[in-house]
């Protein structure tokens, strides 16, 4: 049974040190598609702050939270019970996942030709939200765009020309809350369903609930719990597109604890909409395909204010059974 790989890219800034972190970066997405990455610099009172925000946002009444449903431009609240991860390719999903979320995307650069998820972001009315999600996200993106590079050298590619297609990025930032298994919770309740991200790269903090697995290639589940000090990142589908297959993009899921409720931060790193995903080697592609046409049939497939074409998430009563979503991703 394989066991997640532990990296330390506190060296990273070097070409050194760079080539040593890519190197383990290759056999850990080539054989898993999962590693725990230490040494990152994100600090970790920017990470507390954020899990702080998120509790206080998640512990709104319903009606603050839907004041900010999710919109056209898939910014905003997510309620529970809304996703299915119906275009996943791990596992037929039938249930909705048993999970709520806030999402913030980056803002579109000034002239860009307008794709459907440009728009403005939605945010509670909340004193310190928004300079959480900055702080971490001012912090988390160079993180990000140095395990890009580290990719690229890894697969044996020019890191300039990979970071062209990030130039800018596609950046999800998603708070995540799993409320506790009920007792008579039906087979095939998740809260989030098999899966495997259709993007780059995600960064995750988890607390230390428990409830995250992933699979190995022999299809066994292992848990795969926090780490103090480091960020579980995996690969995600564009990855074996540009390293021919040689990286994975491994399926994962959640299982909600039944006695807690589980809280993640999921920061998932993708390239801008118009980049052509193709192999990074120059093979030729029988289907090359735009990210942003990409990201919209995934979410066309698994929202439900895509499918009835609703703006919003209704309102249910606070009294109300609670429900869920799945990554952006």
């Excluded at 959480?132 to 990000?144: S, Y």
């Excluded at 409830?211 to 995600?236: C, F, K, Q, S």
């Excluded at 120059?282 to 735009?290: F, L, M």
């Excluded at 942003?292 to 249910?316: F, K, S």
């Amino acid at each position: 049974m394989a066991a997640i790989p532990h990296l330390d890219m506190a060296g990273a800034a070097s070409p050194a040190g760079l080539r040593r972190f890519a190197a383990g970066m290759a056999a850990a997405y080539r054989d898993v598609g999962f590693a725990y990455v230490a040494g990152h610099g994100i600090p970790e009172g920017v990470v507390g702050a954020l899990f702080d925000a998120s509790r206080r946002f998640h512990a709104q009444p319903r009606a603050a939270k839907h004041a900010i449903a999710i919109n056209r431009h898939h910014r905003g609240y997510i309620a529970s019970g809304t996703a299915t991860d119906r275009a996943s390719s791990v596992e037929a999903a039938t249930r909705p996942n048993l999970s709520e979320s806030f999402i913030k995307l980056t803002d579109p650069p000034p002239g860009r030709d307008a794709w459907p998820l440009d728009g403005p972001n939605r945010w509670p009315d909340l004193p310190g939200f928004r300079e959480a999600v900055a702080a971490f996200e001012a912090a988390a993106e160079p993180v990000a765009r140095r395990l890009v590079q580290a990719m690229a050298v890894g697969l044996g590619a020019d890191p300039a020309r990979l970071l062209t297609l990030f130039d800018p990025p596609t950046a999800w930032l998603r708070l995540l809350r799993y409320p506790p298994r009920p007792a008579d919770a039906p087979a095939g309740q998740y809260g989030s369903a098999p899966h495997t991200d259709f993007g780059c790269l995600t960064l995750l903090a988890q607390d230390d609930a428990g409830g995250l697995e992933v699979r190995t290639a022999d299809g066994a589940w292992i848990a795969a719990p926090p780490v103090e000090g480091a960020l579980l990142v995996n690969t995600g589908d564009l990855v074996p597109v540009w390293s021919g297959g040689r990286w994975r993009s491994t399926p994962h899921r959640v299982v909600n604890p039944r006695a807690h409720e589980r809280y993640s931060i999921a920061y998932f790193y993708d390239p801008g909409p118009d980049a052509v995903i193709a192999p990074l080697d120059g093979a030729a592609d029988p289907a090359p395909v735009r990210f942003g046409d990409r990201v919209m049939a995934q979410l066309d497939a698994t929202y439900a204010y895509r499918q009835t074409g609703a703006a919003e998430t209704p309102v249910p009563s606070e009294t109300g059974p609670g429900q869920a979503p799945a990554s952006p991703g």
